[in-house]
């Protein structure tokens, strides 16, 4: 017998509870509207086609916008199931779509100082103290010299079965510089989802040049 369940476990910590819950959130996260949810760092995404990489994906949402204009996009998401559906869904779009995952993005061998953005969106609270030092630096390595990286913190109860942390900026900061990213913009908003403000999610955007 096989002793894994597959149908509940899956290699990445961070994507506990995701699974059966899917399509309802493949949906949800389709409704927002990148352009809206970025609108305020807009003026941080390279205006020129260059590398793109969404890191932790989910729908495909911000990487089809991301493709659409123009942009070489690769999105990673190691869910199966939110990857499957991104595919299917922005299918028009040339997205690169690599199942991997932070801290180590293993896949990503060679690709050091190659990406002019990398997005981090909704994501960083996934990963635990030690996992995020390590995916800092990771991430940092990635960016090109006139690389930018933006990145959210969600602040708010924990959803039931799933596995997040508390993240703040006090942290995060340091650690960018740590890496040796310069602090861009550091803005503060309430969950651009009804569910989420209900409960009082709270978010932090962070977008770091290289020095
Ligand atoms: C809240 S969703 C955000 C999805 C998308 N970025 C968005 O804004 O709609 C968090 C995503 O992070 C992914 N994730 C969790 N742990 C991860 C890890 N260690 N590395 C990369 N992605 C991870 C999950 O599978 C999920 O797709």
């Known amino acids: 017998m096989d002793p894994i369940d597959r149908s509940t476990t899956n290699h990445v910590a961070g994507t506990q509870g995701y699974a059966a819950l899917a399509e309802a959130l493949v949906a949800r996260w389709e409704q927002v509207s990148s352009a809206e949810h970025h609108q305020s760092v807009l003026h941080l995404i390279p205006k020129t086609p260059s590398r793109v990489l969404d890191i932790g994906a989910g729908s495909g949402r911000d990487a089809a916008w991301l493709a659409a204009m123009g942009h070489l996009v690769v999105a990673v998401e190691p869910l199966d199931a939110f990857r499957d559906a991104g595919m299917a869904r922005h299918r028009g779009h040339a997205i690169d779509w690599r199942n991997d995952s932070l801290p180590d993005l293993a896949t990503f061998a060679g690709d050091e100082a190659s990406f002019g953005l990398v997005m981090l969106t909704a994501v960083w609270m996934h990963l635990d103290a030690a996992e995020r030092s390590r995916a800092m630096v990771r991430v940092a390595a990635l960016l090109g010299a006139a690389g930018v990286l933006i ?32 602090l861009l913009t550091t803005q503060t908003s309430a969950s651009m989802q009804t569910e989420n403000r209900r409960t009082g999610v709270t978010w932090t955007r962070l977008a770091f040049a290289r020095e």
């Open 151 to 182: 990145l959210t913190l969600r602040h708010g109860p924990i959803p039931d079965g799933r596995r997040m942390f508390a993240v703040t900026a006090e942290e995060t900061v340091p650690l960018a510089q740590a890496a040796g990213l310069r």
